[in-house]
């Protein structure tokens, strides 16, 4: 199991009172007030950013994507998203486990294996993490639109199926098995609910196997 050492910052304010305001009353207990007719207080808007999908932190939204040297692989624009690869090749994510503090567990996960990309999204212990379920979504409808000859209206239903599925799985619908699901016939992608059967991590997850096109 990787660890990631996570870096805390402590960001300290200082505020200095003007000497024009010494005669106001001033406090430990009490917040500093200023007449706003003497000094306005000009707008502040919120910083507009793009969530990441392997960002579950939303300090780690403002972040620039790390500089770290990838291989020239078919998935080296994950690194963007926030994954990492790692030694045999997958790109991967990682959460901070909400349970228990310093553990961390492969969220998701996606390798080409020939002809084909498999992609999962994993439950620890059969349970969604807060947020897992539409970024498990957004991973997979990025990995078809990249890599599949999908219509923009085929993507739209495709979108729907994988939605409900996963839906289906969250409310314990659908039961992990072996079977995959057929969601895009020209691209023979499927999807399925299945349990482990190797790792650290003792849960289930949704898969998705998705043909590249042929060039």
């Known amino acids: 199991m990787n660890i990631i050492v996570r870096l805390f910052g402590a960001i300290v304010l200082q505020v200095s009172a003007l000497a024009a305001m010494s005669s106001m009353a001033m406090s430990d207990d009490k917040p500093f007030r200023v007449n706003t007719q003497q000094a306005p207080v000009p707008a502040v808007y919120p910083r507009k ?44 994510c990682y959460a901070n486990d909400p349970k228990k503090e310093g553990r961390y567990f492969t969220l998701f996960k996606v390798k080409q294996v020939n002809s084909r990309l498999i992609a999962s999204s994993f439950l620890d212990e059969g349970s969604l993490i807060q947020g897992q379920e539409n970024r498990s979504l957004n991973f997979f409808m990025m990995l078809i639109e990249r890599h599949t000859n999908s219509t923009k209206e085929n993507r739209q239903g495709i979108r729907r199926y994988l939605q409900a599925f996963v839906s289906l799985v969250k409310e314990g619908k659908i039961k992990p098995t072996r ?3 057929l969601f895009d016939q020209p691209n023979r992608a499927m999807v399925l609910y299945h349990t482990l059967s190797s790792g650290n991590l003792k849960g289930t997850g949704i898969t998705i196997n998705i043909y590249l096109p042929k060039s």
């Open 179 to 181: 079977r995959g699901y």
């Open 49 to 92: 950013t793009t969530q990441r999908i392997c960002s579950l932190d939303p300090i780690e939204d403002l972040l620039p994507p790390p500089q770290t040297k990838t291989s020239n692989s078919l998935l080296s624009y994950l690194a963007e998203q926030g994954f990492t690869q790692n030694k045999e090749g997958s790109w991967v």
